[in-house]
T-cell receptor, first 112, second 114 residues
Framework: GENVEQHPSTLSVQEGDSAVIKCTYSDSASNYFPWYKQELGKRPQLIIDIRSNVGEKKDQRIAVTLNKTAKHFSLHITETQPEDSAVYFCAASKDSWGKLQFGAGTQVVVTP | NAGVTQTPKFRVLKTGQSMTLLCAQDMNHEYMYWYRQDPGMGLRLIHYSVGEGTTAKGEVPDGYNVSRLKKQNFLLGLESAAPSQTSVYFC?????????????FGAGTRLSVL
């Protein structure tokens, strides 16, 4: 089955700097790649997603890039702010039932 | 419009006890999912349903059962709880197939099995 690996497991950045989280997937049939943000004690919430027919997608300070050949995708957060501190999960899906295979998560800490 | 609601929010069980977690959504979504979240392991799919009356196994189904008797509700049951089932359980729902693939999550149920 699909396997999604996520790195790093923790990431500490200074406010205003950029943060990058990388994920690799094993199944070349995967075609949908969402990113979820989970604040402490809260539910995961979708922040951005990308489909396999697109190489890059941007939404204000957040961007996701996808390299289908290498089977990896990345989340980029620019001009980080303290409210960006959270756990970020990448995921991959390949079927119409929408089953998501999640990465293990990255704890991002933004220090003022 | 409450979205996805999970009850209860917290529960402590003794080994061998049974319980049912309820997930309710008011978005008329076809697809519903149950995940468990453990430290360092992300979210893992337990069971899912693609419509009323249907259920299917996910990645970690052992020790759990589910039912989807009504479109808006998805129940997760533990027949004989074990300490290994201590976890945070999240329910999610989705509109259906095709491009609208976004899963919306409930607030979670924190379960401890002693």
């Amino acid at each position: 089955g699909e396997n999604v690996e996520q790195h790093p497991s923790t990431l500490s950045v200074q406010e205003g700097d950029s943060a990058v989280i990388k994920c690799t997937y094993s199944d070349s049939a995967s075609n949908y790649f969402p990113w979820y943000k989970q604040e402490l004690g809260k539910r995961p919430q979708l922040i951005i997603d990308i489909r396999s027919n697109v190489g890059e997608k941007k939404d204000q300070r957040i961007a996701v890039t996808l390299n289908k050949t290498a089977k990896h995708f990345s989340l980029h957060i620019t001009e980080t702010q303290p409210e960006d501190s959270a756990v970020y999960f990448c995921a991959a899906s390949k079927d119409s039932w929408g089953k998501l295979q999640f990465g293990a998560g990255t704890q991002v800490v933004v220090t003022p | 419009n409450a979205g996805v609601t999970q009850t209860p929010k917290f529960r402590v069980l003794k080994t061998g006890q049974s319980m049912t977690l309820l997930c309710a959504q008011d978005m008329n979504h076809e697809y519903m999912y149950w995940y468990r979240q453990d430290p360092g392991m992300g979210l893992r799919l337990i069971h899912y349903s693609v419509g009323e009356g249907t259920t299917a196994k996910g990645e970690v189904p052992d020790g759990y059962n589910v039912s989807r008797l009504k479109k808006q509700n998805f129940l997760l049951g533990l027949e004989s709880a074990a300490p290994s089932q201590t976890s945070v359980y999240f329910c999610a729902s989705r509109y259906g197939g095709g491009a609208k693939n976004i899963q919306y999550f409930g607030a979670g149920t924190r379960l401890s099995v002693l």
